[in-house]
């Protein structure tokens, strides 16, 4: 019932497409080495109903990594998961706390192509209830050195917080969209 792939190696391309994790979803120290011109991992029409922990993972260099309509349920862990390439999540949902904790967005050596923004939030629902956390521990190296781009299917039920996060990379229509948010108290917007 639950998927343990701690300390995998994935050499190839890595697509989890219509699966129900329904238990836990182990990925820590998990690296994703493969390259494709467009998506080189994808989760795709994915349920996650327990933990699920990315923690320490690498994603691959030169490719995109999709998180395409996901449903985060349960506590959700990206700390000190580094992507290497672009990274897009599209239609997803969080529904309990997820938290990039020095989470490393790095796409200096890729040669992705896209369209929108290096990082995409596109179109997530934050749930009533749910903690959404992006936080750098360093106020030295701030999050996110490339721009970014967040939006939302409806104002976010839950709470996002942001600190030690490097706010002028996010596209000018997303820095403003989570400035009014930030407003009505869905968003916090801490040093950084």
Request: aromatic share 14%; no cysteine.
């Amino acid at each position: 019932r639950g998927l343990d792939f701690s300390a995998a190696k994935l050499t190839q391309l890595a697509f989890f497409t219509k699966v129900e994790f329904v238990s836990f979803a182990l990925f820590q120290n998990t690296q994703f080495t493969g390259t494709a011109d467009g998506y080189a991992i994808k989760f795709e029409d994915a349920r996650f109903d327990g933990i699920t922990d990315f923690s320490r993972t690498v994603f691959g260099a030169d490719s995109t990594v999709g998180f395409l309509r996901v449903r985060f349920e349960d506590f959700t862990n990206f700390e000190e998961a580094r992507f290497n390439g672009h990274v897009v999540f599209s239609d997803t949902s969080f529904a309990s706390v997820t938290e990039f904790i020095d989470t490393e967005f790095d796409t200096v050596s890729s040669t992705a192509r896209y369209r929108g923004a290096a990082v995409e939030f596109n179109g997530v629902a934050v749930q009533a209830g749910a903690a959404l956390t992006f936080m750098s521990t360093d106020p030295e190296n701030k999050m996110f050195r490339h721009d970014v781009q967040m939006s939302f299917k409806a104002d976010p039920a839950g709470h996002i917080l942001f600190k030690n996060v490097n706010l002028s990379r996010f596209t000018p229509a997303s820095k403003e969209r989570l400035l009014q948010l930030a407003k009505s108290d869905r968003v916090e917007i801490g040093s950084g």
